[in-house]
T-cell receptor
Framework: DAGVTQSPTHLIKTRGQQVTLRCSPK?????VSWYQQALGQGPQFIFQ???????QRGNFPDRFSGHQFPNYSSELNVNALLLGDSALYLC???????????FGNGTRLTVT | AQTVTQSQPEMSVQEAETVTLSCTYD???????LFWYKQPPSRQMILVIR??????QNATENRFSVNFQKAAKSFSLKISDSQLGDTAMYFC???????????FGQGTRLTINP
């Protein structure tokens, strides 16, 4: 039973560029949430997708956008990258909106 | 807005000892969930233990147990008979079912020494 898978593992981008991160939820899960974890900090909630719609959003600018596909997988897009966007991006999945979250190993994004 | 505070940035104990990690939180909600997550160097966030606020009984999972004090808004994690594999960052987290998002503390880096 595959858990939450994220790709790529690592990514290096330049300021101003755009990036897309991908997440496949655990088998049987239909809800995907994204978190940003800066170095030495706890994760911060970006947004959550359920039934292909954004259901909740944290305090992140519109440069951060996402999508959920019919197979429940999800993408996180960040436009106009800033140095401060350098972080570990964690994807978490669950069944419906109120069950325990299962996290992936994250994508380490470095913006230079 | 809910906040979660972990006042111990780092802790270090010897193998087989017992260690307690502290967490306090602030909320006006009466129904919520609290979690402890472990994040080893592999980066994956692993659920250690979960507590529902409406349950008075403290949750226990093998060597891991919590001391949940709802009135004091305190949620500490006790690790008994600590093992080298317990070395990791530990995060306390709060979930408001209505908001459907986890609010994490800053984390405690726990090192188990041989």
């Amino acid at each position: 039973d595959a858990g939450v898978t994220q790709s790529p593992t690592h990514l290096i981008k330049t300021r101003g560029q755009q990036v897309t991160l991908r997440c496949s939820p655990k088998s049987g899960h239909d809800t995907v949430s994204w978190y940003q974890q800066a170095l030495g900090q706890g994760p911060q909630f970006i947004f959550q997708y359920y039934e292909e719609e954004e259901r909740q959003r944290g305090n992140f600018p519109d440069r951060f956008s996402g999508h959920q596909f019919p197979n429940y997988s999800s993408e996180l897009n960040v436009n106009a990258l800033l140095l401060g966007d350098s972080a570990l991006y964690l994807c978490a999945s669950s069944w419906r909106l109120n069950s325990p979250l299962h996290f992936g190993n994250g994508t380490r994004l470095t913006v230079t | 807005a809910q906040t979660v505070t972990q006042s111990q940035p780092e802790m270090s104990v010897q193998e087989a000892e017992t260690v307690t990690l502290s967490c306090t939180y602030d909320t006006s909600e009466s129904n919520y969930y609290l979690f402890w997550y472990k994040q080893p160097p592999s980066r994956q966030m692993i659920l250690v233990i979960r507590q529902e606020a409406y349950k008075q009984q403290n949750a226990t999972e093998n060597r891991f147990s919590v001391n949940f004090q709802k009135a004091a808004k305190s949620f500490s994690l006790k690790i008994s008979d600590s093992q080298l594999g317990d070395t990791a960052m530990y995060f306390c987290a709060f979930l408001d079912p209505g908001a459907q998002k986890l609010v994490f503390g800053q984390g405690t880096r726990l090192t188990i020494n041989p």
